[in-house]
């Protein structure tokens, strides 16, 4: 009987491989088995052991003898075994990468559990920038804090940049997984100097939302912050609700407009409980955020990825005229 079911998983796979659609959609068992059946079927096209194309494939998608596949993972094996099976000549083994440069200091983020080049087209998992066959892609490790999601599969910039050369949207992204985790949003220096700008157009300042909560102090905040090259600024959960609403008010790129009223949705929709969700069963913190996205009417790129991801604050800078040694933990990678 199994053979039988094994059998028959194979024909689907050799007549239909997953296509990158279905590949996403496919998680747990399902998706185990997935990969299982494409490691046969493609070992079986090529006249080899399933044993050696599944090592391949483990080294290809770089995942170390410690670390156990998360279902994130296990996709990129399937988008392999698809570009192994469209092109049986990419079939080799992984070519050691070059690690790209990354920055020190105040924007410095952790350095990636893994980095390898895209098999296939995917969008990046944080900021949804395309990431295309070629490109580098990485993921994060978990996070310690099992109050954050694990991130997905992201682009360059934000495994490496997002912190030193930050972009409008980065800080969008910042403010809106910090209120998703019911907390103060903490900004670098670097953060700060963009926020600034961003709000420093003098017509903002006649919004609605600025007039019933004035942000001059948070500006003056921002300037010392850029001034000083703090480490972290923390803002307020309400002024941050409130920077959202008074940044709609500026000029947007396409994809600044869209993430924005992403954001506005799903801050609307916390707020206002539009499932009807019961506080008895979901209480009114985490729980119940996570809960309201999840099912949100409206699907957004921010309610497919869920979250909320933990997107690193910088360690505090070492005392200056401190002459002993840091502890271990400070010099790990944080
Ligand atoms: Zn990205």
């Keep these: 009987m199994r053979q039988q079911q094994a059998a028959f998983d194979l024909d689907v796979f050799e007549c239909a491989f997953p296509d990158p659609e279905q590949i996403l959609a496919l998680g747990g068992s399902a998706l185990r088995a997935a990969v299982d059946t494409g490691v046969v079927a493609f070992a079986t096209m090529v006249g080899t052991s399933a044993e050696r194309v599944h090592s391949r494939l483990v080294r290809t998608v770089r995942i170390s003898k410690t670390t156990v596949p998360d279902d994130l993972d296990r996709q990129e094996m399937l988008r392999i075994l698809r570009t192994w099976r469209t092109d049986p000549s990419t079939y080799r ?9 990354r920055p020190e200091g105040i924007g410095q983020l952790p350095a990636p559990r893994v980095i390898k080049p895209a098999h296939l087209h995917v969008d990046c998992g944080l900021c949804c920038d395309a990431v295309k066959a070629g490109d580098l892609m990485g993921r994060f490790r978990q996070p310690k ?14 495994l490496y940049a997002r912190r030193e050369t ?20 903490g900004f670098n220096a670097y953060e700060c100097e963009v926020l600034e700008t961003w709000l420093a157009e003098p017509a903002l300042t006649n919004t609605t939302a600025w007039r019933t909560d004035p942000l001059e102090n948070t500006l003056a905040r921002l300037r010392d912050s850029v001034e000083e090259q703090k480490a972290t600024t923390w803002v307020a959960d309400p002024t941050c609700r409130t920077i959202v609403s008074v940044l709609a008010h500026t000029d947007l790129t396409p ?10 949705q799903h801050l609307t929709e916390w707020r206002t409980n539009p499932q009807g969700l019961e506080t008895r069963r979901f209480g009114t913190g ?25 997107l690193h604050q910088s360690p505090a800078p070492a005392p200056e005229d401190d002459d002993e040694a840091p502890a271990p933990d400070d010099q790990a990678d944080s």
């Design 93 to 101: 083994p992984p070519v050691a990468l070059r690690r790209p440069h």
């Design 145 to 158: 804090d099992l109050s954050f999601t694990a991130m997905g599969w992201l682009c360059g910039h934000c």
């Design 166 to 185: 930050p972009r409008r949207r980065d800080i969008l992204l910042r403010i809106y997984h910090h209120l998703f985790a019911g907390s103060a949003t």
């Design 255 to 264: 994809q600044e407009k869209s993430l924005l009223r992403s954001v506005d």
């Design 286 to 310: 985490l729980r119940y955020r996570v809960e309201v996205l999840r099912t949100t009417p409206n699907p957004t790129e921010l309610s497919k990825r869920g979250g909320p991801f933990d």
